[in-house]
């Protein structure tokens, strides 16, 4: 009963397989290889569009990098207060930015308002030296809550983020868990709402080691090339990145493997939901569910065996605590029985 | 016959086998899985002490992360005027330690020696801040010329390094070639030598994706998990990377490979040396072999399907041009005597 | 009446004097000349202990650099959340110590208390690379809001600083005011109170362009010396920093006029705190007040020659400004007077 | 007889007036106050341009800063190798490029030919990251040498970076002296020649505390106050560099002094070279003289009271040394030969 993360998972079969296959021989390196050139093809075909696409190797360095591109000396990158960027990756944004600096916004389950947006940029009016400046806005989907951003609402923040001229990214570290709740087209969920770059994450869901910096306008990602060798994270055996990505997007096998690890969530969230042990904190939409717990009850599902993290909380009994329980395409129903039949 | 680059391998049977055998199940995120434990304690066998290892995935990131560990304001680093981390790290290194200087330092066949870096050192006196200060020396082992420095060679430059209180790295981008050449232990090579960290590639010999920043003193390592999760490097699946060592390390295939790839190169040069065709800028140690070709029979190679690089050289002829030639574990002797056949 | 800002102001007749004496003449740059010496001597017998001094020309690169002697890599700096560094600096801090993010508390009157650093330092455990680890926590003294934080609660800080082993910097732009206003000695309001180093400003308060940074433990200051030339801060002709100083110590100029600014402050809120036209949002302390005034009174005092500044304020009503009225050395009693009669 | 530096004087005669006249009363800070605004507008007078001008508080800021304007990650500043940039501002142009590479051009007598920047370039193609890329060129004028770029040197130069797309910065940290000796005007000496942008140096010849950064094209000049006050280089009292810069054009000030300070070498040179005492180790052109002597006079010559430092030199005899010897605008006659007197 492993709920403590999806990235504790291994490569998919289809994933695996790919690495396999396309192991032997020699193949140019540094992304000069045919393999690169036709799974960078196959991107543009996903997103319906040209765009520009750099594999990299972590979740970390695929948002710092695309941040980076949007840099500016003072600039400030503006994002919901429990993001990963924030919170979670060591400061690796700023160091890869030359210092700019994140400015969390509030709001509840994981999401921010055009509304709090528009405020933060307001308190850096243009031309004032001494407050530094809007560079970027990075929203997370799904969001560090498990919930989704609804394309309305992704457009919103992108139409504050165009009228003060900076760019939104889009962390997509569970880009297809997210892509599968709303179910929409990659291109629908990003460039046609707004995001300028994405970090596709693909590790989670099926690839060993497997992200991508995707840039929907092709000048912006003038340049990256440099920022990305800059940042170490241009591969030799690049292809090697290439063969996971062709296996992941292969019969669609990322969407079925996305819709599994949601579904186990919902059943989850249904069945807690349903339990007199657990309530949850809010309805999830993705692979991540987060119920309150007493914390009686949390030590014993612990010591049953349920692996699960203990989150940061506000507003709870004193007797309570906040899990997240994360499923991923190698949750198997048996498991979600085997917890639920232990509230 | 491909002797572009020994990056355009795949993975050894033994690294892909081993990645297959570590797919299924769940394992802790981030290094906390048994897997990369035990590589890590396999990694203080391989070198005889107890060594802080930390798994990175590009060995510009590698060398630049090791760096960035001394890294000091307005400090210097020490390295040969042909070195990786000078010329093809598009200012990784510079960028990670936050600006420091990469000073060249002259010499034949790839090498520096102690007394260039003596007088390079004394360029930069104590505490006269308009100059900057010593921070650390690099040297690359294999060399980029695909020559070894041998033990006492490496002893003297870290003599020189110590007395100045500063640290020696060493870019082990072809580690396993250098080592089966000299043919001594990895300890003797390293921290016997007077080395204090090692950017341990592994991708070039056989693996996927998988280098290695070793510390041969734990007090150096400390802070080095920030620096790594800053810098993008901590891989979430970190089996992915321990996987890979396994394999490398299994059964001595690591050193198997390099002694292939190494006598795969000497029997290039010896060809090459015996023809009429071309001769050898200087003797190979390694895996790469640097033959002085007329213009025209260089096209001629290249258009019977010989790939390899110009390097750039001087003092040849004006109907000369330098080729660089790497053999690895996926040359067969096949491939080397068909090109030998074309001279 | 202007109460626009303490910089509108030039030098002190003190200050002028001294640049003017010390003018002629030639000295040796860089600091090595006997004036910054003997001043840099001086600086020990005003602080009753051996510091180390540091010349700068900004308050921004004051805090900047101090704070960067002090950087970890994934490293966060704790501040209040109106604090001149957080959002005046343009990121200066997040630049000079490539990186570190500045985490921001709350509290009233522009002071935090220990409790809400306690907290934020909980949510940055030991060893979680993810989240960073903190670095060192900063106090403006006097506040932004133009209170001072007294001893206690300065210890108070410095020992949850200590306890999890982290610095503790002053900004003392305003040192002087807050210095007269709690009638303590230098040492007394630094390291006896735990701060381990100083932006100590003298700008404002009768030099031209004088900053210095004041380590109270010599070995903190240990490679400053390249931190301050990497930063563009160590001026060649460092006589005249140091002449400014001389003048601003002498016979206690500097706190004679810090003495005047206060007073001036005190005379201001007592009027306008007497007065039916404005509120004081809350008691000064030093030589900034800010007081309420309905946005027409504001307009019209404006429109009558009075120069101050809006400052973002909450809980007003919606025909109230909050205005900031700052005082200097150059302050007249009849500028005071002649503002009150408009109330 | 001091010859040891320019920056061992005070501030002259009409900057110390300037300074002095502009102190009383109150304005505006960080650049609004009317001063600034003459004193920038003086500035495109003496160019023939409309310039964009920022001052600083060091040459290394002015230098460091105006070349970030021009930064790329993973790009190269061409410079000379003896530049002030290279080895005397402790790495301060890689700090605030986030880590550019300076690459030294070798070439007599301080300068570099467009020949050697060619060839340099060439080794950086379009396109591969590796490598990195150019982004802009720096010369000294006057020289580290003492000597001067002519206006067909500096155009040559500027055609080879114009070419390639990038920028010409000229450290003018004796700017007056090159001018000078040139008997060209300002304009002619940098944008009409291809200077881009400009570290324009007044301390050494008559300011106490005053640089700028001046951009000949406005569009260079974009982001630009960002980059300052990010840098800690924002003045609060901005007047205080505006009133010397004031002094220091007044009458031609700025010109007479130079063109004192280069009499002074001029005489000291003739004086040396028709000596037995010494030799010039090249003709001096601006304010500075490079003699060598046998070590034993130099010796002799120390302790008569002449203050000079040694210079770095190759191809001298085992008992010979170079000295640096600079004039002033204080250097009077009388010390001149005085000191040609020990010859």
Chains 1, 2, 3, 4 share one sequence.
Not at 285 to 300: G, I, L, S, Y
Request: hydrophobic share 45%; proline share 3%.
């Amino acid at each position: 009963m492993i709920f403590a993360s999806d990235n504790w998972t291994g490569a998919s079969d289809a994933v695996m397989a790919a690495l396999t296959r396309h192991n032997s021989g020699m193949a140019p390196a540094y992304g000069g290889d045919p393999l690169t050139e036709s799974v960078t093809k196959r991107f543009s075909e996903v997103f319906e569009r040209e765009v520009a696409v750099f594999f990299v190797t972590t979740g970390t360095a695929a948002n710092s990098l695309a941040l980076s591109a949007y840099a500016k000396p003072g600039g400030a990158i503006f994002c919901h207060d429990e993001a990963h960027v924030l919170v979670d990756e060591c400061n690796a944004p700023e160091f890869f930015t030359s210092g700019m600096k994140l400015v969390a916004l509030k709001g509840p389950e994981g999401k921010f308002t055009p509304a709090s947006l528009r405020t933060a940029l307001a308190a850096l009016p243009e031309g004032v030296v001494h407050h530094g400046r809007p560079a970027a806005v990075t929203i997370t989907q799904a969001t560090e809550a498990g919930t989704v951003y609804g394309l309305d609402e992704i457009r919103a923040i992108s139409d504050v983020a165009t009228k003060r001229g900076i760019a939104l990214h889009m962390d997509g570290a569970r880009f297809a868990n997210a892509l599968v709740h709303l179910d929409v087209s990659p291109a629908d969920m990003t460039w046609r709402a707004g995001v300028d770059v994405l970090s596709f994450g693909a590790t989670k869901n099926g690839c060993w080691c497997a992200e991508a910096v995707v840039f929907f306008n092709k000048d912006d990602a003038e340049g990256f090339g440099y920022l990305r060798k800059r940042g170490g994270q241009l591969l030799s055996k690049s292809r090697f990145a290439a063969a996971q990505f062709e296996g992941y997007f292969e019969n669609g096998n990322w969407l079925e493997l996305a819709r599994h690890a949601n579904a186990m969530a919902a059943r989850l969230a249904d069945g807690i939901h349903a339990s007199e042990s657990g309530r949850l904190a809010w309805v999830p939409q993705a692979n991540e569910v987060f119920p309150v717990f007493k914390r009686e009850k949390f030590a014993e599902l612990n010591a049953a065996g349920a692996i699960m993290h203990e989150w940061p909380a506000k507003n709870l009994g004193a007797d309570e605590t906040l899990a997240r329980m994360v499923t991923s395409f190698r949750t198997t129903r048996d498991e979600v029985e085997a917890f639920l039949s232990l509230l």
